[in-house]
């Protein structure tokens, strides 16, 4: 059961959970989060993606919510999902992703706007995560750039694709877990440099919870949407260009293949 709801089985929001307690009030709250992360000291786990950690490194997570469904309408007209606050009735932020570094709000109490400021992440001093491409419960894809942007200028800095994986979660039959499937994926960039068909690694590196991987962004757009362009434009490529694109996937794949690695998933959107 831990494994289906550790691989996302339950959804992205039941990654790691293992037990949910429901305190009568905040300060029973505190007192039990502190002597559960006490007595959790010193193992290893998943992190809860839609929740935050006690403290830095702290298995137990919390959030703040409601059983009942409120809603709540912001000034600019949007209706939000709402919980009743300390101060009344509030957006409910309990789906936002995007972790807040302990210190940054008040443990048991929601924080929008700490939450926004956080958002675009720095990680180690020189790549800066500007938009998110794709989440799941193994880690996140983001669209990123070098140190250039952290000096306040993004245009001198290169465009990047920054890959966070968890560790603990979507562990397969041979005992790997997804942050150990991205260092195979770094290893793999390393070894195909040459054959100029991959991105361009930029640097990989592991923490305690999750792995990184960072590579050079490959612009241009994927052969499933030329295609779909095309139909909907009624047309379809001509003959002799076929070819030249057949040829050119043939010679991508034969690079591949020299090195000593099979390619299992070629398709027009990949």
Same mark, same amino acid.
């Given at each position: 059961?831990?494994?289906f709801?550790?691989?996302g089985?339950?959804?992205?929001?039941?990654?790691?959970k293992?037990?949910? !307690?429901?305190?009568? +009030?905040?300060?029973?709250?505190? %007192?039990?989060?502190?002597?559960l992360?006490?007595?959790? #000291? @010193? /193992? $290893?786990?998943?992190?809860?993606?839609?929740?935050l950690?006690?403290?830095?490194?702290?298995?137990?997570?919390?959030?703040?919510?409601?059983?009942?469904?409120?809603?709540?309408?912001?000034?600019?007209?949007?209706?939000?999902?709402?919980?009743?606050?300390?101060?009344?009735?509030?957006?409910?932020?309990?789906?936002?992703?995007?972790?807040?570094?302990?210190?940054?709000?008040?443990?048991?109490?929601?924080?929008?706007e700490?939450?926004?400021?956080?958002?675009?992440?720095?990680?180690?001093?020189?790549?800066?995560?500007?938009?998110?491409?794709?989440?799941?419960?193994?880690?996140?894809?983001?669209?990123?750039f070098?140190?250039?942007?952290?000096?306040?200028? !993004?245009?001198?800095? +290169?465009?990047?694709?920054?890959? %966070?994986a968890y560790a603990y979660v979507?562990?397969?039959? #041979? @005992? /790997? $877990?997804?942050?150990?499937?991205?260092?195979?994926?770094?290893?793999?960039?390393?070894h195909?440099?040459?054959?100029?068909?991959?991105?361009v690694?930029e640097?990989?590196?592991?923490?305690?919870?999750?792995?990184?991987?960072?590579?050079?962004?490959?612009?241009?757009?994927?052969f499933?949407?030329?295609?779909?362009?095309?139909?909907?434009?009624?047309?379809?490529?001509?003959?002799?260009?076929?070819?030249?694109?057949?040829?050119?996937?043939?010679?991508?794949?034969h690079?591949?293949?020299?090195?000593?690695?099979?390619?299992?998933?070629?398709?027009?959107?990949?």
């Amino acid at each position: 059961h831990l494994m289906f709801i550790s691989g996302g089985g339950g959804g992205t929001s039941q990654v790691g959970k293992f037990l949910t !307690a429901y305190p009568p +009030d905040s300060e029973t709250a505190r %007192e039990l989060a502190q002597a559960l992360d006490q007595a959790t #000291d @010193g /193992l $290893d786990g998943p992190r809860i993606p839609s929740d935050l950690p006690f403290s830095a490194d702290s298995l137990v997570h919390y959030r703040y919510g409601s059983f009942s469904q409120r809603r709540l309408q912001l000034p600019t007209g949007r209706i939000a999902l709402a919980r009743m606050g300390v101060d009344g009735l509030e957006v409910d932020d309990r789906d936002a992703l995007t972790p807040v570094p302990p210190g940054l709000e008040d443990p048991f109490v929601g924080n929008l706007e700490a939450r926004s400021q956080f958002d675009a992440q720095v990680l180690r001093e020189k790549y800066v995560r500007i938009q998110q491409l794709h989440r799941s419960p193994k880690g996140s894809t983001w669209l990123g750039f070098t140190d250039g942007a952290l000096d306040g200028d !993004a245009l001198d800095g +290169d465009l990047v694709v920054i890959k %966070e994986a968890y560790a603990y979660v979507m562990e397969g039959s #041979d @005992g /790997l $877990d997804a942050a150990q499937r991205l260092r195979r994926e770094a290893e793999c960039l390393r070894h195909l440099h040459s054959t100029g068909v991959t991105p361009v690694l930029e640097e990989y590196w592991e923490e305690k919870r999750s792995s990184f991987l960072v590579y050079r962004l490959v612009e241009g757009p994927t052969f499933a949407s030329v295609l779909k362009a095309l139909a909907e434009d009624g047309l379809r490529p001509p003959c002799d260009l076929l070819r030249q694109w057949t040829q050119a996937l043939c010679d991508a794949v034969h690079k591949v293949h020299q090195i000593g690695y099979v390619i299992g998933d070629i398709k027009p959107a990949n």
